[in-house]
């Protein structure tokens, strides 16, 4: 971890130390600014039992910059899109230095527990959820016991070089 600002550092090391229930973060051994998460599907949701994988890259200007997230386990929710990309305010306009990277998982987490279909990423999803709440929940557990039951599966090769700081 030598040449990383000393936040990145110390997040990191509060992370391994105290990590957030439900929530695994493990910096890759080839580049510490880039983590391999696991979030568990919070009680109570749809997306209940499912182990979802996602990855989380801290850019040259983190944390003037937020992070760049996505999930690399197919979800059914109204704030995520088929490619993963995730619609969350403090990953966008609502960022602030002040924010850690446990702050994003945990809102993450929260956005799997209270989906939003008013500020939605996938407009057809929100637009199910909408419609009918019911039918489109029943589907969100659908796809959690199909694509994000733990131990299933490897996870998907890591995103494109872009995202993960490689040029």
């Avoid at 109570?44 to 890259?57: A, H, I, N």
């Avoid at 993963?84 to 956005?111: F, H, M, N």
Wanted: aromatic share 6%; net charge positive; with cysteine.
């Amino acid at each position: 971890m030598s040449g990383l600002p000393r936040r990145i550092i110390k997040e990191t090391q509060r992370l391994m130390a105290e990590p957030v229930p439900g929530i695994t973060a493990t910096p890759d051994d080839a580049n510490a600014r880039y983590f391999h998460v696991d979030i568990n599907g919070p009680q109570d949701s749809p997306f209940e039992g499912g182990r979802f994988k996602l990855e989380l890259f801290l850019p040259e200007e983190y944390p003037m910059a937020a992070p760049k997230v996505r999930f690399m386990t197919k979800i059914y929710h109204p704030n995520v899109d088929k490619l993963g990309r995730i619609c969350l305010d403090i990953l966008k306009d609502k960022w602030s230095p002040a924010l850690q990277i446990r702050t994003v998982l945990l809102s993450i987490q929260a956005l799997l527990s209270a989906p939003n279909p008013d500020d939605p990423l996938a407009n057809d999803v929100a637009e199910q959820w909408k419609k009918n709440e019911s039918n489109a929940i029943e589907t969100a557990r659908r796809w959690t016991r199909k694509h994000a039951r733990s131990g299933l599966r490897k996870p998907a090769p890591c995103m494109d070089p872009a995202l993960r700081g490689e040029h």
